[in-house]
């Protein structure tokens, strides 16, 4: 069974820069994995998505901001988010898909992370 342990949110200004880890457990080799972010009374919405050979897909609202990386030795998910906007502010949440290859869709994963807090302050 796959488990998903996120860190590095926190608060930044806009402009500014944050780091978001995932720690994976169990049998993640070779599956897709990705990033949601949820606003409270707004439904979970894909930010970016990675599949083993390193083909990436991001929401069009985040392209050139932010960097979605997997270290397969370490089962290690990472999103680099640069200049980052108040509306950027929600609960990230780290994602593991039984299907190799990705698309942003919620119903694609089946395993889901607690979640990291990210505000971004005007």
């Not at 796959?2 to 944050?18: H, N, P, T, Y």
């Not at 640069?82 to 395993?111: H, I, Q, V």
Request: hydrophobic letters at 35%; one cysteine or more; a neutral charge.
């Amino acid at each position: 069974q796959v488990q998903l342990v996120e860190s590095g949110g926190g608060s930044v200004q806009a402009g500014g820069s944050l780091r978001l880890s995932c720690v994976a457990s169990g049998q993640t080799y070779g599956h897709c994995m990705g990033w949601f972010r949820q606003v409270p009374g707004q439904e979970r919405e894909g930010v970016a998505a990675i599949e083993k050979t390193g083909i990436t897909r991001y929401h069009d609202s985040v392209k050139d901001r932010f960097t979605i990386s997997r270290d397969n030795a370490k089962n290690t998910l990472i999103l680099q988010m640069n200049t980052l906007k108040p509306e950027d502010t929600a609960m990230y949440y780290c994602a593991w898909s039984m299907w190799m290859t990705c698309n942003l869709s919620e119903g694609r994963f089946e395993t889901w992370g607690q979640g990291t807090q990210v505000t971004v302050s005007a």
